[in-house]
């Protein structure tokens, strides 16, 4: 977001120098630089010579003298030439320079910023750059590039403020340079409007006060306490009139009287309205939540800090809605309903200031001490704010509550409240005591704002010393006894003393009191202190010396840079700098030598990168040992300048920081390029292309040297480019950075970074574009699996890629995408087909890769739930460019949308077998037309109902037989048909439409065409018998539909049953049960004949059914589907079986009326008044061998014989009741198609789309056996039992080709593919692909052998997809050639590495641990093929190494002895080391449990759970003998462990009870498992267990 700001300069104050400045640009060669040396060298010592003899003006010496401009024109040209031409894009973008009329010497100067500065980051969202090197050292070294630009251009940076450093979220900053000379020291800590500057006017320059000067007034008493709050407040950027950020004052009183009722300064009004308890519980619970969530450490930082938990007592001192309460009666209703609550109630509002103040947690505003119309409502509904009754009116409220703020009562405590709203008890220790630990301090946003809590002072704020005390006086202090003296040199100073000079008293009387004064003591009061003026004293700081005349004035470039290194230590120590502020007459030597000191106090405690910026900067060794000035320099040096800052050796910089910010430059210019209006489409292109091609260089060549920080500077700049607004610029951008910088960046930090920035890619509506094709490519898809992990994937991108599907553009005439734009000049032309293809290829791709589970959960089960979209909206639209299908017979705009999708279905089910139809896909369809209740249907039922009518025509053709005639036996008939039937002639609702009133009839009506296209469909596959078998009630109820509209009585029955799911047995009365036998599968016997009743009909009157209802009936159940369906029926059942309909002869009579008017249509007459003849369907008109002549819509069948035997039919007869299975038959042979006649109105299926041979082309992958018992178990599974491991032992395949024990088991992130090491010195890489039944026996696809002893580890490296395997040396070699890359033995060759574990941790996935007999850890850099660093681990006694486990930052190491020591791997810094005293035996097993806990056992049984910082485990448990552990799994939180009795268990966990709650597990069956369990990996997607034995053999079970 950006924002215009405007900045007025005077035309004096630009300056432009003919001095030669350090500009070492110009030098390319060597003989140039030293040539330059030797001049400096020569100069500077002539300027040393000179400066001791007081000769300043020499021909010799460099003289930077400011060259005045020769009029506007001039002045104008430069400045376009250093502002709006500017090569440098840290200088802010110019809008407009303009002169005023007004004042001819100034020019305003529009820049283009971004919306917040520099000084908002530090001080309001200081989590942006805390405890971030990089970060501050990039921000510096923008602002040297820009010093140096301005610098080239004879021109100075100017005494700029962080408030003139503007910043975006991306860290690129963007300068209004001041250009005057004269270097006076920053505004003071107080706010500035930045709408407007004017640069180097005297009559706008603050006043001469600081934040010191002005404690230092009011802690004597010479500046009132609200001007001093009110200053205060204005050093944290409060302003009058800002709801979240205005001014704050304390309420200092209750109100009960005038000066009384004191308010406790000593506690926050938060504290004091909430009550101690509350405040406690508030932070205690936030604390308790952090803890128990600190496991996850380092995944929580990898996500939103919005979602973390924070402790804190106080969230803010004003809020707006209080703000808003406070001046209620001065605020419109609407600003107090947006703000306050949503409707006027004035009587929620307080009515008195005493009930205010009781009422609100936050502080008081400046306006009740100074402004009585706060009180004064305008609000004819709400009273006036009450005041109370010690005051006379609002006025006199107001004076005596400021002059409450300044009695002494106040004043003695008011620095404890500063330290509670602007001090020291905002934060730490100090903080937490007070309890006042604020939200907006502690919960490290990064979200920039203008506003906040800021602490001002990190010390304790001085008490006000200049207290009115009536004991300081030069009357003496009150005596505790009364005497009379008639002298008046001999009165004392007693209140008491009440007599008159005129009283006499005797000489004796007054020599009596005398000597009782010398005997007596003389008492003091209790509040007086006699050496609190003495105390006032000693507390006034030292007087400062007068300033010196400033030295540093010589060379402006140099006073240019050393202002810049005081604005550095802003950036650098912003607490500490915050309050250095000094008057205008300051200086720059004496403002430098300030930041000096407090740069040097804090030399320990800053990075050691930053401390030598600011040494160099600021000069601080040549500071200390001569003179501020550094010109000339002490040893004979060029004066400090940006031009040899910028220099690699002076300023430990980053080593790619150079390039870095030429592509982030050029980077800047690319995107304003881009988003200009003006840019042409191929000048952008061509622009762009550049800038990716810069970005591939960079990555490829200083990918690697990028740490955390500098990537978390690099990757925002590739978040810009793939979040433009022309998603063609996007998918360009993510084709070309996307694969080379995710290898550098690692799975999570990729996903957590760039994946929010992808997705939405998959959902906007241009997929037509050609380079958004690109990311349905499998080859891309590929790419986001491997470094995105395969479960990241399909959680967030599965339904992107489904939803694409649908998404697809209609092409035209030329097979063209219609509506296609991209930016390139000449586009390829890309049709729908070609989309389709790439889409269904890269589904059935991943289908393929990911296996049967994972399909059916995140492709299948998404698409099934998806296709009602195709037609919602247009897709009720018919089709006009006369596309046909065979399948169905009238196409729309859905159904083109659908094919792909219905394409996918039937290519996965080819794959994996036809029980995905018969398990999945048909039991969806069962769902939906359960849900579409004929009672109330709803406005997506329609779309539902029609996708999966249309969806069935699809895969009923992919059926075989068998599974076809068992779906007809079982639910197709009773659950799908009769109830779809019964929706669309439905006569009590109409289809619900939502655009137009003809939509809910055209729904109806082409449900009603596809219900009829499935029963035609069906009945020509499954040929007569069984067509009269199973569809006679379908066929009825269908044709029984016509009554409702045709029918001339006023009533008419329906089937009550039709919509209830009856068994398929009760269709028909015409067939005999059929029984399987027992002992044979394929052998079945005919029961007795079974007699089922009709179902109960119900009488329906015409009158009862609405007329809207009525009308979309006619429009459905019209005379032309009447004589479609009768016509295709008789020619696929026969009439006489036709001509059992209960109501055939009205479907006669529509028959007839049908082809009467058709005839009409082909003579072309309006009205007939010829006589045609009315055709009669009479029995008699159909005779033996003979058709109807007056149509030819009928087919012939011969009524005296019997319908030819039907070859496709499955069942045979043997003998008696007997019938066997005909497998050949059902599998060879097909129904051949009835011959028609040659009018081609209602032609037939052909044979290849009525059945698809592909089914039964490739069975290899078919579920079968075993694996249709665990697919469809685990597909049952809710997420919430998902998150369980359900073990039960479904043996899946087997792995042979061990000779031994199998000691390694590793499975890929893909989960297809899976790596195994054994004692006979091999790996061998396994795919666990599904095949069979669950016995089929697999033989490995690769084994490498190049081992020379047992390899104990094994797996692969995927961030350089390379195999890693240790037998005691390390070995990494080729997964594709088997060729050994690279090898490394241990210092001790003879004994080899103890344990191997590979670093997974963001920016070191490319290292290997390794552990070592003599305890010590060796890190291996793949990509370096090298030894990187070694950490020696002190161990507490000797013992071989028991494992190794890699957390987030840590490492830990474990001895058998029970020793364990956890380290840093980044710094070798140990973090904890304990010994296990609970175990009684050698520890075994050690494994990772999350980020921050791992798992330990030993051979006692004694399990337990450690936090990697932590001595005392966080759970315990003792396991029996047979639970004794071999291998820990972790799956979600539960504990997987197998043991060497062949028992797998899984355990949870208990934090709260400190121990692990579980069962003893089933032993494994013999059939499941053969041998002794030795090893065991999971697979958590597909949730199955991979488990070896010590014979060999590894079996995948599930």
């Not at 403002?591 to 401390?611: N, Q």
């Not at 610029?729 to 950075?737: D, P």
């Not at 033996?1184 to 009928?1194: L, P």
């Amino acid at each position: 977001m950006e924002s215009k700001i405007t900045y007025t300069y005077r035309k004096s104050n630009f300056s432009r120098f003919t001095g030669v400045a350090n500009d070492r640009s110009t030098l390319s060669t060597l003989h140039d630089f030293l040539s330059f040396t030797e001049q400096e060298n020569y100069t500077n010592c002539w300027s040393k010579c000179f400066h001791k003899s007081q000769l300043y003006q020499c021909a010799n010496s460099p003289t930077f003298s400011p060259k005045p401009f020769r009029g506007d024109a001039e002045l104008l040209k430069f400045i376009e030439e250093v502002l709006v031409s500017s090569t440098n894009n840290n200088i802010a973008s110019v809008l407009s320079v303009t002169q005023r009329e007004d004042r001819m010497s100034l020019i305003d100067i529009v820049y283009l910023t971004p919306k917040h500065t520099l000084h908002d980051v530090l001080t309001y969202s200081p989590a942006v750059l805390q405890n971030s090197v990089r970060k501050i050292q990039f921000i510096i070294y923008q602002l040297l590039q820009c010093q140096h630009y301005l610098h080239s251009k004879g021109t100075l940076l100017g005494s700029i403020s962080l408030k003139d450093i503007y910043v975006d979220e991306f860290l690129w900053i963007s300068v209004c340079p001041k250009f005057c000379e004269e270097f006076s020291c920053p505004p003071v800590g107080a706010a500035q409007d930045v709408d407007s500057f004017v640069v180097g006017n005297s009559e706008n320059d603050p006043p001469d006060r600081n934040l010191t000067s002005m404690t230092n007034k009011w802690v004597k008493g010479l500046v009132s306490n609200f001007d001093y709050l009110m200053f205060v407040n204005e050093c944290c950027g409060r302003v009058l009139g800002h709801p979240n950020h205005h001014p704050v004052l304390p309420w200092i009183m209750d109100f009960s009287q005038p000066l009384g009722g004191w308010r406790d300064l000593t506690k926050s009004k938060f504290r004091i309205n909430k009550g101690d308890d509350q405040l406690d519980q508030t932070y205690e619970v936030a604390r308790h939540i952090l803890s128990e969530t600190s496991e996850d450490v380092a995944e929580t930082s990898l996500k939103s800090h919005s979602t973390k938990v924070h402790p804190h007592h106080i969230s803010d001192v004003l809020s707006d809605i209080t703000y808003y309460t406070y001046k209620a009666r001065r605020t419109p209703k609407e600003i107090l309903c947006q703000f306050v609550r949503q409707k006027w109630v004035p009587h929620e509002y307080p009515s008195s200031v005493r009930r205010l103040q009781e009422w609100t947690p936050d502080e008081c505003i400046p306006e009740f001490y100074t402004d009585p119309a706060i009180f004064q409502s305008i609000h004819d509904d709400l009273p006036d704010l009450e005041i109370p009754t010690w005051a006379q009116s609002p006025d006199d409220f107001v004076e005596q509550h400021r002059v409450a703020l300044e009695s002494d009562s106040v004043s003695r405590h008011l620095h404890h409240w500063i330290d509670l709203t602007f001090g020291v008890k905002l934060s730490g220790e100090a903080a937490v005591q007070a309890k006042n630990v604020c939200l907006a301090l502690v919960d490290e946003h990064t979200t920039y704002t203008d506003h906040g809590i800021v602490q001002l002072f990190t010390k304790p704020h001085p008490e006000k010393i200049g207290l009115s005390n009536k004991y300081i006086s030069s009357r003496p202090p009150d005596i505790l006894y009364k005497t009379k003296f008639t002298h008046p040199e001999q009165r004392l100073s007693n209140e008491s003393l009440k007599m008159s000079d005129t009283d006499p008293v005797e000489i004796d009387d007054l020599i009596k009191q005398m000597d009782a004064m010398n005997s007596s003591q003389i008492q003091l009061p209790p509040d007086f202190d006699p050496l609190e003026l003495l105390g006032r004293v000693e507390k006034d700081p030292p007087i400062q010396p007068p300033s010196k005349k400033c030295k540093c004035n010589e060379c402006p470039y140099h006073r240019d840079t050393l202002y810049l290194g005081c604005l550095i230590a802003q950036i650098v120590l912003p607490l500490h700098t915050r309050a250095l502020t000094a008057p205008q007459s300051l200086l720059l030597d004496d403002y430098v030598d300030m930041v000096r000191k407090i740069v040097i106090g804090h030399k320990y405690t800053l990075p050691s990168a930053l401390y030598s910026i600011l040494e160099t900067v600021l000069e601080i060794k040549a500071g200390l040992s001569s003179s501020v000035s550094g010109f000339p320099h002490p040893h004979n040096l060029p004066p400090v300048t940006a031009s040899l800052l910028l220099a690699p050796p002076v300023l430990s910089m980053p080593p790619y920081f150079p390039e870095l910010f030429r592509l982030l430059s050029a980077h800047v210019f690319t995107a304003q390029l881009l988003c200009h209006s003006a840019t042409s489409p191929g000048e952008a292109e061509q622009e762009l292309k550049a800038r990716l091609a810069h970005h591939t260089h960079f990555i490829t060549n200083y990918g690697h040297r990028l740490c955390e920080e500098g990537v978390n500077l690099y990757v925002p700049f590739i978040i810009q480019l793939l979040s433009q607004k022309s998603g063609d610029y996007c998918v360009q951008s993510l084709w070309s950075v996307f694969s080379p910088l995710s290898q550098i960046l690692g799975k999570d930090f990729t996903y957590h970074h760039l994946s929010p920035y992808i997705t939405p890619l998959y959902t906007r509506d241009d997929v037509s574009s050609f380079r958004k094709v690109k990311l349905y490519h499998r080859t891309f898809i590929q790419q986001l699996v491997t470094q995105f992990g395969l479960q990241n994937f399909l959680e967030d991108y599965s339904s992107a890629l489904v939803l694409s599907l649908y998404s697809l553009p209609s092409s035209g005439e030329d097979g063209t995408v219609t509506g296609y734009s991209s930016p390139s000049v000449n586009p390829p032309a890309i049709s729908a087909i070609d989309l389709a293809t790439i889409l269904r290829e890269s589904i059935l791709w991943l289908a393929g890769r990911v296996g049967p589970l994972l399909t059916a959960k995140y492709l299948t089960s998404r698409i099934l739930q998806s296709m009602k979209e195709c037609y919602e909206g247009e897709g009720w639209s018919e089709e006009q460019t006369g596309a046909t299908d065979e399948l169905v017979s009238l196409l729309v705009t859905g159904d083109l949308l659908l094919l792909p999708a219905v394409t996918c279905l039937q290519e996965i089910s080819f794959l994996y077998g036809e029980q995905f139809i018969l398990l999945q896909y048909i039991p969806s369809v069962i769902r939906v037309v359960e849900s579409c209740d004929t009672a109330a249907l709803l406005p997506s039922s329609a779309a539902s109902l029609l996708s999966v009518c249309t969806m069935l025509l699809y895969l009923i053709p992919c059926l075989t037989d068998g599974a076809l005639l068992d779906l007809m036996e079982m639910r197709l008939i009773t659950e799908i048909l009769l109830p779809l039937i019964a929706i669309i002639s439905n006569p009590r609702q109409c289809f619900p439409s939502s655009r137009s009133p003809t939509e809910g009839s055209l729904s109806r009506r082409l449900l009603a065409l596809r219900v009829l296209d499935l029963i035609i469909l069906i009945s020509q596959r499954i040929g007569y018998d069984q067509t009269r078998r199973f569809l006679n009630r379908p066929l009825q109820a269908f044709f029984r539909s016509f009554e409702i509209v045709h029918s001339e009585s006023e009533s008419w029955s329906q089937s009550s049953q039709v919509s209830e799911k009856l068994s398929s047995r009760e269709a028909s009365r015409d067939f005999l049960e059929v029984k399987q036998s027992v002992t044979n599968a394929n052998e079945f016997y005919i029961g007795t004949q079974l007699s089922i009743a009709s179902p109960a009909q119900i009488e329906i009157h015409k009158s009862t059914v609405s007329p809207d209802v009525l009308k979309e009936l006619e429009h459905v159940f019209t005379i032309e589907l009447a004589h479609k369906a009768y016509i295709q029926c008789c020619r696929l059942v026969g009439g006489i079986y036709i001509k059992e309909l209960t109501n055939d002869d009205l479907i006669r009579r529509l028959c007839a009326q049908y082809e009467e008017e058709c005839l009409h249509r082909l003579r072309g007459l309006k009205q007939t008044e010829a006589c045609v003849p009315q055709l009669d369907y009479s029995q008699s008109d159909i005779s033996a061998g003979n058709q109807i002549k007056t149509t030819n819509w009928f087919i012939p069948v011969p009524l005296q014989t019997p319908p030819p035997k039907l070859s496709s039919s499955p069942f045979e007869i043997v003998s008696g009741n007997k019938l066997t299975y005909n497998h050949s038959a059902h599998e060879q042979k097909t129904t051949p198609p009835i011959s028609i006649d040659t009018d081609s109105k209602y032609p037939a299926i052909s044979s290849e789309k009525l059945k698809r041979p592909d089914m039964e082309l490739l069975t290899t992958r078919h579920l079968k056996g075993d694996w249709i018992a665990y697919w469809e178990h685990e597909l049952g599974h809710s997420r919430d039992k998902a998150a369980l491991f359900d073990f039960k032992q479904i043996g899946l395949q087997t792995f042979t080709g061990h000779v031994g024990l199998v000691k390694s088991l590793s499975v890929l992130d893909n989960e297809n593919s899976l790596v195994s090491g054994g004692k006979d010195r091999t790996v061998r890489l396994w795919s666990l692909r599904n095949t069979g039944s669950g016995s089929a026996r697999c033989t490995p696809q690769f084994t490498y052998s190049e081992h020379k002893k047992p390899v104990f580890f094994a797996t692969f490296m995927d961030s350089v997809k390379q195999m890693v395997s240790c037998d005691g040396s390390i070995h990494v070699w080729d997964t594709m050639t088997g060729a050994l890359l690279s090898q490394y033995e241990c210092t001790k060759p003879a004994v080899g590495f103890s344990a191997v574990q590979t670093v997974q941790s963001f920016l070191s996935d490319h290292l290997i641990a390794a552990a070592t007999p003599d305890s010590a850890i060796r890190f291996i850099d793949i990509r370096q093929d090298q030894f990187a660093h070694e950490f020696r681990v002190p161990s507490f006694s000797s013992g071989s190494i028991a494992g190794l486990v890699l957390g987030s930052t840590w490492i830990a190491m474990a001895h058998t002895t029970g020793s364990i020591c956890v380290l840093d791997f980044r710094t070798g810094f140990i973090l904890a080391s304990w010994m296990c005293r609970s175990m009684e035996s050698d520890l075994t097993q050690m494994t990772g449990y999350n980020h921050s806990q791992f798992i330990t056992c030993s051979m006692d049984g004694h399990m337990a759970l450690w936090n990697h910082n932590s001595s005392t485990p966080t759970c315990q448990t003792k396991l029996t003998s047979e639970q004794q552990v071999s291998s820990i799994q972790v799956y979600n939180k539960a504990v997987i462990t197998a043991s060497q009795a062949n028992r797998v268990s899984t355990y949870q966990p208990y934090v709260y009870e400190g121990n692990f709650r579980g069962t003893l597990g089933d032993k494994l069956r013999p059939e499941v498992f053969k041998g002794t369990l030795t090893s065991m990996c999971l697979l958590p997607l597909n949730r199955q267990l991979v488990l070896g034995s010590d014979s060999g053999t590894i079996h995948l079970v599930a």
